[in-house]
């Protein structure tokens, strides 16, 4: 087969999600609640066929790896591609707080403007360019296989964005919870195509829904 089955999950919750801070490459870990749902997570995959399950190496990402990999015997890795996108200066702030002391900033991030990075930070072109690539090179390696990929709110939004081929600029409309489950293919001549997404069925309580990163 020419294509490679994908499994994209965003981590447990953590302490700023619940508090609303900007996470970005902050190495926050889960909290609790996180814990359960990367328990629960890993229950509902444990009979799941997987090649390999792919974490970035943030902690609140590899610890819900880390309880798939205990559960289903898949072989795990990192890699930095994966990370958040990075919010320099603004981590551990608030949106609110930016909006305060940055009002154009806060706007222009806001408005989804491709180009707009925060001091020391990414822009969502750039995030979306690390995307992209580290994902095509993973599921190149697994065609006829199907892999996990374990990051964040960010990432997973970008890779709605490229399977569904929306503009980075384009309101969200889907939700990216807390170890949800979303499905994907890829192909080495049309990308990403989406499968299925959101997938909570398996959790008792639901996690926060990441609306800033």
């Known amino acids: ?32 609640t996180g814990e359960r749902q990367a328990r629960q997570l890993a229950q509902a995959l444990a009979e799941t066929p997987l090649a390999h399950i792919y974490s970035s190496d943030l902690q609140r990402a590899l610890r819900t790896a880390q309880a798939m990999a205990q559960a289903n015997g898949a072989p795990i890795s990192t890699h930095s591609a994966l990370r958040e996108r990075s919010f320099g200066d603004y981590e551990g702030f608030r949106f609110a707080d930016i909006e305060v002391s940055d009002p154009p900033s806060a706007l222009r991030w806001r408005k989804r403007d491709p180009v707009f990075a925060p001091p020391q930070g990414e822009s969502l072109q750039v995030l979306q360019a690390r995307v992209s690539q580290i994902v095509g090179e993973l599921a190149a390696g697994h065609l006829g296989q199907q892999i996990a990929l374990v990051a964040h709110g960010g990432v997973l939004d970008c890779l709605y964005r490229l399977a569904t081929h929306q503009e980075i600029q384009a309101p969200r409309t889907w939700e990216l ?37």
């Open 1 to 32: 087969m020419h294509s490679t089955q994908i499994i994209a999950i965003r981590h447990g919750e953590t302490d700023w999600n619940l508090a609303a801070r900007i996470q970005g490459h902050t190495d926050i870990p889960l909290n609790a």
């Open 177 to 213: 919870a807390n170890t949800s489950v979303n499905r994907l293919l890829w192909t080495p001549d049309s990308g990403l195509t989406l499968v299925g997404w959101g997938d909570t069925s398996h959790l008792q309580t639901i996690g926060l829904d990441e609306t800033t990163q």
